[in-house]
């Protein structure tokens, strides 16, 4: 049920205008900020504020699969289904940089820089560069644990 709600949720967001490190929906976000506000709208309160992260290195510390090793539950990137987090490297061995949320069997649901959030096709080069995949939590797991 949750994964419906996902989507639904980052749709809302197509259209805002990408802006680095920032998460509001219409106001601007980067792909990191698409899945604060996802998990905002459906859980409340963030658990973490994420640290500050380069917008394109391609080398560095990999604060963002960190982050979402934390917060999200890790599943085989080939099992991912819509309502899922994908993590990407733009380059094989460099640290994650990139991030959107599967819409469907072929599409995900991101923000990128100079392009405001949309949804665009999983293409080869996309599934190429997949490092991770990550679910939400159900709703009750949060309160149970």
Known sequence: MIRAQVVAEAQRWIGTPYHHQASRPGAGCDCLGLVRGVWRALY??????????????????????????????????????????????????????????????????????????SETQLTPWWRRHCLAAFSFPERDSLWDS
């Open 44 to 117: 409340g309160e963030e658990p973490e504020t994420p640290p500050p992260y380069p917008v394109r290195a391609l080398s560095g510390d990999d604060l963002l699969l960190a982050v979402f090793r934390r917060q999200l539950t890790e599943i085989p990137k080939d099992q991912a289904e819509a309502g899922d987090v994908l993590v990407f490297a733009w380059r094989n061995a460099s640290p994650a940089r990139h991030c959107g949320i599967q819409s469907s069997d072929h599409h995900f649901i991101h923000a990128y820089w100079r392009h405001s959030v």
